[in-house]
């Protein structure tokens, strides 16, 4: 049976309580959180299942050796204390990243991964007289250097390339959502396919993808066609296929619609392209609509969630209007929905016309964000439960 270890999962800002309830719910032990990390125990199942099934993770680490370092060369001399034939054949071929944040070391992360790399080399040069290679594209082995103050940590990266890259956009359009940040707004919102759906400025179709994939409990990354730690020597493959499959067994249908629209024709064209990429074209329509001349025509209880241009593509001699004409749509022509959108415009949010009842820090990219909900009731004004908490009015 295998041993459990510790793993940390990277995520973005303001995902971090949503990625850690993920990994509870997945049955992950030790879970802690951290500034954009989850750090938790498993074994190596779990390690293979966390990779498939996360939503909002960007990668899963698992560290192998932990030291204190004040310069370059106790991190050379650290490095070459590891047995690295555990981890990858003299012919294989390795990448390293780092990050550093660290007033004893004056050196930029490439630096540092360069000093490492020289470190691991020589120590294979040393021990076999001769090296792998280094393939920053397509390694058989990606290492992760981690330096805060004087403490260093050395993690395989079992990742890979980075899981927002899902494996099914194969069009986007000018900006297109990152996909861990797509899923992690859905899941802020409390959406899990119990009612309708609608993003109504679809672009290239990345939230309705994600959440039409979390209503039918869909692993996130199913569509993936490798994972880092199939490189590894210890990698079971009969262990992978046992986890993918009852992660398969589990998906279901969700009964009520999810929706898209978009003014543009091009961005319906690619998003439908997308969501048959994904294998979700029975589940999402996506329609040829501009937002601002659309209603509900849904009944029941609907989550609507966007993310709609922001400042650098609009004018901002436009800003007011337009978002006073997404406050007046909502109002009017959505009742009995909860409304959601991420924007960096904070200042012009004012002009929405509607009172927010939750503001969310987030960060798109390098953009300071707020994630804002708009509660549009067709009766009484009541408290909502849902999972992150009371949203009071």
């Given at each position: 049976?295998?041993?459990?270890?510790?793993?940390?999962?990277?995520?973005?800002?303001?995902?971090?309580?949503?990625?850690?309830?993920?990994?509870r719910?997945?049955?992950?032990?030790?879970?802690k959180?951290?500034v954009?990390?989850?750090?938790?125990?498993?074994d190596?199942?779990?390690?293979?299942?966390?990779?498939?099934?996360?939503?909002?993770a960007?990668?899963?680490?698992?560290?192998?050796?932990?030291?204190?370092a004040?310069?370059e060369?106790?991190?050379?001399k650290?490095?070459?204390?590891?047995?690295?034939?555990?981890?990858?054949d003299?012919d294989g071929?390795?990448a390293?990243?780092?990050?550093?944040?660290?007033?004893?070391?004056?050196?930029?992360?490439?630096?540092?991964?360069?000093?490492?790399?020289?470190?691991?080399?020589?120590?294979?040069?040393?021990?076999?007289?001769?090296?792998?290679?280094?393939?920053?594209?397509?390694?058989?082995?990606?290492?992760?250097?981690?330096i805060?103050?004087?403490?260093c940590?050395?993690?395989?990266?079992?990742?890979?390339?980075?899981?927002?890259?899902?494996?099914?956009?194969?069009?986007?359009?000018?900006?297109?959502?990152?996909?861990?940040?797509?899923a992690?707004l859905?899941?802020l919102t409390g959406?899990?396919?119990?009612?309708?759906?609608?993003?109504p400025?679809?672009?290239?179709?990345?939230?309705?993808i994600e959440?039409?994939?979390?209503?039918?409990?869909?692993?996130?990354?199913i569509?993936r066609?490798?994972?880092?730690?199939?490189?590894?020597?210890?990698?079971d493959?009969?262990?992978?296929?046992v986890?993918?499959?009852?992660?398969?067994?589990?998906?279901?249908s969700?009964?009520?619609?999810?929706?898209?629209?978009?003014?543009?024709?091009?961005?319906?064209?690619?998003?439908?392209?997308?969501?048959?990429?994904?294998?979700?074209?029975?589940f999402?329509?996506?329609?040829?609509v501009?937002?601002?001349?659309?209603?509900?025509?849904?009944?029941?209880?609907?989550?609507?969630?966007?993310?709609?241009?922001?400042?650098?593509r609009?004018?901002?001699?436009?800003?007011?209007g337009?978002?006073?004409?997404?406050?007046?749509t909502?109002?009017?022509?959505?009742?009995?929905?909860?409304?959601?959108?991420?924007?960096?415009?904070?200042?012009?949010?004012?002009?929405?016309?509607?009172?927010?009842?939750?503001?969310?820090?987030?960060?798109?990219?390098?953009?300071?964000?707020?994630?804002?909900?708009?509660?549009?009731?067709?009766?009484?004004?009541?408290?909502?439960?849902?999972?992150?908490g009371?949203v009071e009015?």
């Amino acid at each position: 049976m295998d041993k459990d270890f510790k793993m940390v999962a990277t995520t973005m800002f303001g995902l971090e309580e949503v990625l850690a309830k993920e990994l509870r719910d997945l049955g992950a032990k030790d879970v802690k959180v951290a500034v954009r990390s989850v750090s938790f125990v498993g074994d190596k199942g779990f390690l293979y299942k966390a990779n498939i099934s996360l939503r909002t993770a960007i990668r899963i680490l698992k560290p192998i050796r932990k030291f204190k370092a004040r310069n370059e060369d106790d991190l050379y001399k650290n490095l070459q204390k590891i047995r690295w034939e555990n981890y990858l054949d003299v012919d294989g071929t390795f990448a390293i990243g780092s990050v550093v944040n660290s007033s004893f070391f004056t050196s930029n992360s490439h630096y540092i991964s360069l000093k490492s790399k020289d470190a691991i080399a020589d120590y294979y040069r040393h021990q076999y007289s001769k090296r792998p290679n280094i393939d920053l594209k397509y390694p058989d082995l990606k290492i992760h250097i981690h330096i805060k103050d004087d403490f260093c940590t050395v993690s395989l990266d079992s990742s890979g390339d980075s899981l927002h890259k899902r494996g099914y956009r194969s069009s986007t359009n000018i900006a297109p959502i990152n996909e861990v940040l797509a899923a992690g707004l859905v899941l802020l919102t409390g959406y899990t396919g119990e009612e309708n759906f609608i993003d109504p400025m679809c672009g290239s179709g990345t939230i309705l993808i994600e959440a039409t994939m979390i209503a039918c409990r869909i692993p996130a990354n199913i569509n993936r066609k490798h994972f880092a730690f199939e490189n590894w020597p210890d990698y079971d493959e009969d262990l992978y296929f046992v986890i993918q499959d009852s992660l398969l067994k589990k998906i279901s249908s969700s009964h009520f619609k999810i929706m898209g629209f978009d003014k543009a024709p091009s961005a319906v064209q690619k998003a439908k392209e997308n969501i048959e990429n994904a294998n979700l074209s029975d589940f999402v329509g996506v329609h040829h609509v501009n937002f601002f001349n659309s209603k509900k025509e849904v009944f029941g209880n609907t989550t609507i969630l966007f993310n709609p241009p922001y400042g650098e593509r609009l004018e901002l001699a436009d800003l007011e209007g337009f978002y006073k004409n997404i406050g007046d749509t909502l109002k009017f022509g959505y009742p009995g929905s909860t409304a959601w959108f991420i924007t960096s415009d904070i200042p012009a949010l004012k002009h929405v016309g509607l009172r927010t009842s939750k503001r969310i820090p987030m960060k798109n990219g390098d953009l300071d964000c707020r994630f804002v909900k708009y509660e549009l009731y067709e009766g009484s004004r009541k408290p909502q439960k849902t999972e992150w908490g009371t949203v009071e009015e």
